[in-house]
């Protein structure tokens, strides 16, 4: 791969052109009304992530369907979905190429928001204060309903007027667990070998590139395993006979929130590099003609250009900064600024108490800026970790329980 600069456009297979090969990462909101439709707080959001100045814009987890969310107040986008609010998110975010996330979460999802969530395999509960439920088996029917839901959705937000979606396949939700013979252990066409556990992504991937658009983006985002390179690099190849535009190269999951720079046990991750996925990019990139984009970690300029010019990736992208201060990728890639500062909650005590919070912590803490963003407001820098591993858990079981009740109440009225 020849060496690239961040400020240099970035021509996607489908024909899509970046501006940058920066992209503004996917961030879960959780800002969506009760109906789970995107509303004025998305709308205000995007526009402010779009004049940001990054290359690509990624959407938060949108879900497939309704009955399984990954939090109470995620966008759901299906038949059900509001039509007209669904093009007024796409143009909001129309000053820049901006791609949906789309999403299942499997066995993520507590017991609040979903307490019989489905997986590969029957197996254990994400271990996290008792607040996830155990997850059964999909039947092969179920995987079959789970890939149309998925083309559906990519179809509905590109006839919406987004520039295409991002399949979400890695930090631990449904599709990844599919690939992880951790998780999957089934025995029919979805489990065994690589082939067969990336059988239901193969499929999403050739059936939206079937139905969409010519220049409709279809991306993949996927997570790094320590000592999974090779089978990255045979899905890489499989992902691009499939039709992908462009794969995301992240990792970590709730149980072990790689994301956040910490490993299973809570400790934090020591690299070479400043992202920890570096050598899982450089290898997916060497296996395919698509476009990988390493996503995690970078903090500074000089970490950037090497990534980018040394051809470990074709893109970066930066998430929890851009949270905070969405203008900071246009003057990033402008050469305002050469850092990436990266606030988050400070997690003190003991392993296995940052084990335990540091997802929570860090996904509630950055959705909590998000809000602020969506909400008109300044960034609220001074949140403890606590509160914030309190809105994860606390503040959403009881938005999922509200909206049980009203669910209820509707069936029950005449």
């Known amino acids: 791969m020849a060496a690239v600069a961040l400020n240099e456009p970035l021509e996607l297979p489908c024909g899509l052109v970046l501006e940058n090969r920066l992209c503004r990462a996917a961030m879960t909101e959780g800002i969506a009304g009760p109906r789970n439709d995107p509303n004025e707080h998305h709308f205000r959001l995007y526009r402010e992530n779009a004049r940001g100045g990054a290359g690509l814009i990624l959407t938060g987890n949108a879900m497939v369907d309704r009955r399984h969310l990954e939090r109470a107040r995620n966008v759901v986008v299906d038949a059900s979905t509001d039509v007209g609010a669904l093009r007024r998110w796409a143009e909001s975010a129309a000053a820049a190429p901006t791609l949906v996330q789309i999403s299942h979460p499997g066995r993520q999802t507590n017991r609040f928001v979903q307490p019989n969530p489905v997986a590969p395999s029957d197996g254990p509960a994400v271990p996290l204060a008792g607040l996830f439920g155990r997850p059964r088996a999909l039947t092969v029917a179920e995987i079959e309903e789970v890939r149309d839901r998925f ?28 690939l992880d013979p951790a998780h999957n ?32 983006a279809i991306a993949i985002k996927l997570d790094s395993r320590e000592g999974g390179d090779d089978e990255l690099s045979q899905l890489a190849g499989l992902l691009e006979r499939a039709g992908a535009d462009l794969l995301e190269i992240s990792g970590g999951s709730y149980e072990s929130p790689a994301m956040l720079g910490l490993d299973a046990e809570g400790r934090e991750i020591q690299t070479e590099h400043e992202s920890p996925f570096w050598n899982s990019a450089a290898a997916a990139s060497a296996a395919t003609a698509v476009p990988v984009m390493l996503t995690g970690g970078f903090r500074t300029r000089a970490e950037v ?21 969405p203008d900071l990728a246009g003057r990033f890639v402008r050469g305002e600024v050469d850092v990436l500062e990266r606030p988050a909650p400070r997690l003190g005590g003991p392993a296995p108490v940052r084990k335990m919070l540091g997802a929570a912590a860090g996904s509630g803490w950055h959705r909590i800026q998000l809000a602020r963003t969506a909400d008109g407001k300044p960034p609220l820098m001074r949140l403890p970790a606590l509160l914030a591993a309190l809105d994860y858990t606390t503040v959403d079981s009881v938005q999922a329980l509200l909206a049980r009740r009203a669910r209820m109440k509707l069936a029950c009225d005449p």
């Open 185 to 216: 252990r089934r025995t029919d066409a979805y489990g065994g070998p690589l082939e067969h556990r990336a059988r239901l992504l193969v499929e999403i991937v050739s059936g939206l590139r079937s139905v969409l658009p010519e220049r409709a």
């Open 305 to 325: 250009d090497q990534a980018l010019s040394s051809g470990v990736c074709a893109m970066v992208g930066v998430g929890r900064p851009l949270a905070v201060w």
């Open 151 to 178: 083309i559906g959705a990519g179809e509905r937000v590109v006839t919406a007027g987004f520039a295409g979606v991002e399949i979400h396949a890695a930090h631990g939700y449904l599709l990844d667990s599919f």
